[in-house]
């Protein structure tokens, strides 16, 4: 490894990763049935998963439909582990790899894929948010990590709420870190990777220039 490997937390890797293995995932509230409307939709709760001593979690909003004809990443809702669909988990996961994190935790804030009636997603209602709060609190108080690394705008608020704080404008907070003080950790805020082609020529960044920004800014 270089100097400049250890000083952006490893070398970058172009590996595909690999969907994880069943048995990481985080099972906090077997069959959870908080969420009537949630559980008409979902197919299998959608657990975190990944290293319980991970130094990152990385959080997320809520599963997406996912797709069970995929071979492998058939998405939180088929395979019941947070981010594991082809564009966006495994995505944010060669992200996080090719910033020296590997072994990250990945989770999502609602873990119940929120279907609007028509095959797609729609965004968790505060009362599903809040009752699947404490599962998230849960995982963290767990694993204990240094860094937690919220994939956009929702996930970013979800974390900020521990703290009691609101989000003032989004895109300014995009890999701005934060501490929360509610888990001894500090709070990275990302792109979502559904919107990140669109946002970075707007905040400036070109690919390699915000993979080296988070890459500074990981532990």
């Not at 908080?34 to 809520?62: F, K, M, T």
């Not at 088929?78 to 594991?84: D, E, R, V």
Request: aromatic share 6%.
């Amino acid at each position: 490894m270089t100097d400049s490997d250890r000083r952006t937390g490893g070398p970058r890797t172009s590996e595909e990763p690999s969907v994880p293995d069943a048995e990481s995932a985080f099972v906090v509230e077997e069959g959870c049935s908080r969420c009537p409307d949630l559980v008409a939709c979902r197919n299998r709760i959608s657990w975190g998963n990944g290293p319980r001593d991970a130094s990152v979690v990385v959080v997320g909003e809520a599963p997406g439909a996912g797709n069970p004809d995929a071979e492998e990443w058939r998405g939180g809702n088929y395979t019941g582990m947070a981010y594991t669909t082809r564009h966006s988990g495994g995505r944010v996961r060669r992200l996080l790899a090719d910033a020296g994190h590997p072994d990250a935790y990945y989770t999502n804030a609602v873990k119940c894929f929120p279907c609007d009636g028509e095959g797609s997603n729609r965004e968790p209602t505060d009362e599903e948010r809040a009752n699947c709060r404490p599962h998230l609190e849960t995982e963290l108080d767990a694993i204990e990590p240094e860094m937690v690394v919220a994939t956009g705008k929702h996930a970013t608020a979800t974390m900020l709420a521990f703290d009691g704080r609101t989000l003032d404008g989004f895109v300014d907070s995009v890999l701005e870190p934060v501490e929360l003080d509610a888990f001894d950790a500090t709070l990275l805020p990302l792109l979502h990777p559904s919107y990140q082609d669109v946002w970075l020529s707007r905040l400036g960044y070109t690919d390699e220039e915000y993979r080296e920004a988070i890459r500074a800014r990981l532990p």
